[in-house]
């Protein structure tokens, strides 16, 4: 059940490889792959004074490579695979209410745009909300999202033809620069296209907006004042339409429940730094299925599986955040930037930068889910996320405020190594997917 008709304009181009094993899964691979996206083979940062690259190619990964896609495209081929496989799209539809007995959902209750004066309701026996920033049940039925200040931004964007890249990099770099008050990121897209925006805190966008006659012109005066970005498109044709958004980092207080799981921005939206919003979306629709579909079948029982899928989901989740937050907050080098990667990065034998390598394509995560062995203890992850937290009220690079992230995990604290029972669950993809006990 979709509120909008597909396709329709989203923002998120820049994919990771950990989505590639997801949509072979789903059968949808060959599809996005005959679609012509512009490959990604890694990043160039741009950072203060430093520079380096990250070539998935070269890293030594089984997938060395995602896209950048044009997100109509890429979520209207989705779809398609969906139906194809069996599920049944009704698109136009908006949910008005999730009807609970007790703790677990029974019926949701939604109109559809062509009679919107007809109130229809559906049974249900599991609950899937995959509806974005709305947010159906963690935004407006529970009431438990609460949002990032640390990550308090604006992001603006638009489009340009005939540009270049930043030398050095790998096939279809994204490149990402850092300015004293935010952001820029340059995102290769198919067709010769440019997607080019920047990032800034919303309290430094309120001050400096009103100076401009409209938001396009504050956009264009952005672009030309960083050096990098002046360069990239020094022989380019700005495509005019400028786009904006804010207020899209956020997290909820739990991902599942009774006979219902969250997942994607549904559940939470971190930043745009590190492309994480459609690999988090695929990780936990991953995750997420596969517990459903060991509770249905009756693998697992259920409270096993949804205490998988929420702490799989908020450790990916933390990670990132902690990765992201040490380049808005307390960057001290490259050196030292890819040593804190490592340090959130379970394989022996890693360099820094292939630990970054590994965390940013990914991987990291989908290793942990499949592999018991390769999951880096909690309690390693929590101290570092405090050690974030502690840092960034003493060194902030943006001069951003200093943001209490305790509640992030305070109440997986609690839970974060669960009983004996869950430490030793993993995902299998055959015989089907699913959820299954021993050491993998």
């Known amino acids: 059940m979709a509120r909008e008709v597909f396709p329709r304009c989203h923002i998120g181009e820049s994919l990771l490889p950990s989505c590639v094993p997801v949509l072979e899964l789903s059968g949808a691979l060959e599809r996005v792959r005959a679609e012509g996206f512009q490959v990604k083979r890694g990043g160039l940062f741009r950072w203060a004074r430093d520079e380096w690259v990250i070539d998935w190619t070269r890293s030594g990964h089984p997938v060395g490579s995602a896209w950048h896609v044009d997100r109509a495209r890429f979520d209207h081929l989705l779809l398609q695979n969906a139906a194809a496989q069996g599920a049944t799209v009704v698109q136009g539809a908006t949910v008005q209410r999730v009807i609970f007995d007790a703790d677990r959902p029974v019926a949701v209750e939604w109109i559809h745009q062509d009679v919107p004066d007809v109130v229809r309701t559906t049974a249900l026996s599991f609950l899937i909300d995959a509806s974005g920033r709305a947010g159906v049940l963690a935004a407006q039925h529970f009431q438990i999202r609460a949002r990032h200040t640390t990550f308090d931004n604006v992001a603006v964007w638009g489009y340009w033809s005939g540009t270049r890249l930043l030398p050095g990099g790998p096939e279809g770099a994204i490149n990402l620069i850092s300015a004293p008050n935010g952001w820029y990121w340059g995102i290769p897209l ?47 044709i700005y495509i005019p339409g400028v786009r904006a958004e804010q207020d899209y980092s956020y997290i909820a207080a739990r991902f599942c429940g009774p006979r219902h799981i969250i997942v994607g921005d549904a559940a939470c939206f971190l930043d745009p730094l590190l492309s994480t919003g459609v690999h988090l979306a695929t990780y936990s629709a991953f995750v997420g ?107 902030r690079a943006f001069d951003l405020p200093g943001d209490d992230i305790s509640p992030i995990w305070a109440t997986w604290r609690a839970d974060a190594n669960g009983p004996d029972p869950l430490r030793d669950l993993y995902v299998v993809s055959t015989p089907r997917l699913g959820l299954r006990r021993g050491t993998a």
């Open 190 to 236: 198919a067709g010769f296209r440019l997607s080019l925006g920047f990032v800034m805190h919303t309290r430094a966008f309120q001050a400096d907006r009103p100076r401009f006659a409209s938001l396009e012109a504050f956009y264009l005066d952005r672009v030309l004042r960083n050096e990098s970005m002046r360069w990239m498109v020094e022989n380019g």
């Open 289 to 395: 299925a596969a517990a459903i579909s060991s509770i249905l079948h009756g693998d697992v029982p259920e409270p096993d599986a949804l205490a998988f899928f929420e702490h799989s989901y908020r450790r990916a989740y933390c990670r990132l955040l902690v990765l992201i937050s040490h380049l808005y907050q307390r960057y001290d080098g490259a050196q030292n930037y890819l040593w804190q990667a490592q340090r959130l990065h379970r394989p022996q034998g890693r360099t820094p930068l292939a630990s970054f390598a590994d965390i940013s394509a990914g991987l990291t995560d989908v290793r942990e889910a499949i592999d018991t062995g390769a999951r880096i203890l909690t309690d390693d992850l929590l101290m570092e996320a405090e050690a974030a937290q502690q840092a960034s009220r003493q060194s």
